[in-house]
């Protein structure tokens, strides 16, 4: 069964840094692109980023993120992450790992069941 | 990039109705589409993917139809475990584009 299990949240302060994590079961990290989406209070989902490659060197960002956010993988301990430095108050929101199928890199088929971050002085 | 556009945002009805949801992407996506459903608290769920493949376990009066830029999410006779919002997602280019979600609400 497929598993993805999200940890690292909380509360941080405007400037400051985060990891999260994405404890992987059921499958083999590095077989799937692997992606993060956010969803900030009472919105939508908004796509983050996302890793794939058997040596996890295929990565992309959206706008709002890249040059603060890096995302990145374990093989041997199956377990995604997402480092976020320079936060911001509108960094605020659930974040939700999410495992891709095979045949399309993009179609998040499983999902994790969200880390709340909170950036708030 | 593309964009999703979903209508309407919100919609009320009541149980045993039947709902459509309607998502416009601005450009081709073919059929490289699919639809969530979202309760509050929890993850996004597969229902549809690739347009109109239902995902397993996913009950059959859930059902999606189109290709292009114009798609459509049906719910047959609508049950009370159905009321939650409804996102759609191009999964054809980068980066996925979601819609901004049809919340579906108890008349």
């Known amino acids: 069964e497929v598993q993805l299990v999200e940890s690292g949240g909380g509360l941080v302060q405007p400037g400051g840094s985060l990891r999260l994590s994405c404890a992987a079961s059921?499958?083999?990290?590095?077989?799937?692109?692997m992606h993060w989406v956010r969803q900030t209070p009472g919105q939508g989902l908004v796509w983050l980023s996302r890793?794939?490659?058997?040596?996890?060197?295929?990565?992309s960002y959206a706008d709002s993120v890249r040059g603060r956010f890096t995302i990145s993988r374990d093989n041997a301990k199956n377990t995604l992450y997402l480092q976020m430095d320079s936060l911001r108050v509108e960094d605020t929101g659930v974040y939700y790992c999410?495992?891709?199928?095979?045949?399309?890199?993009?179609?998040?088929?499983?999902w994790g069941q969200g880390s709340l971050v909170t950036v708030s002085a | 990039d593309i964009q999703m556009t979903q209508s309407p945002s919100s919609l009320s009805a009541s149980v045993g109705d039947r709902v459509t949801i309607t998502c416009r992407a601005s450009q081709s996506i073919s059929s490289y589409l699919n639809w969530y459903q979202q309760t509050p608290g929890k993850a996004p769920k597969v229902l549809i993917y690739?347009?109109?493949n239902l995902q397993s376990g996913v009950p059959p009066r859930f059902s999606g139809s189109g290709i292009g830029t114009h798609f459509t999410l049906t719910i047959n006779s609508l049950q009370p475990e159905d009321f939650a919002t409804y996102y759609c997602q191009q999964t054809y280019r980068s980066p996925p584009a979601f819609g901004q979600g049809t919340k579906v609400e108890i008349k």
């Open positions: 059921g499958f083999t990290l590095s077989t799937y692109w």
């Open positions: 690739e347009a109109s």
């Open positions: 999410a495992r891709s199928v095979v045949s399309t890199a993009n179609d998040l088929r499983y």
């Open positions: 890793i794939g490659g058997d040596d996890g060197s295929s990565t």
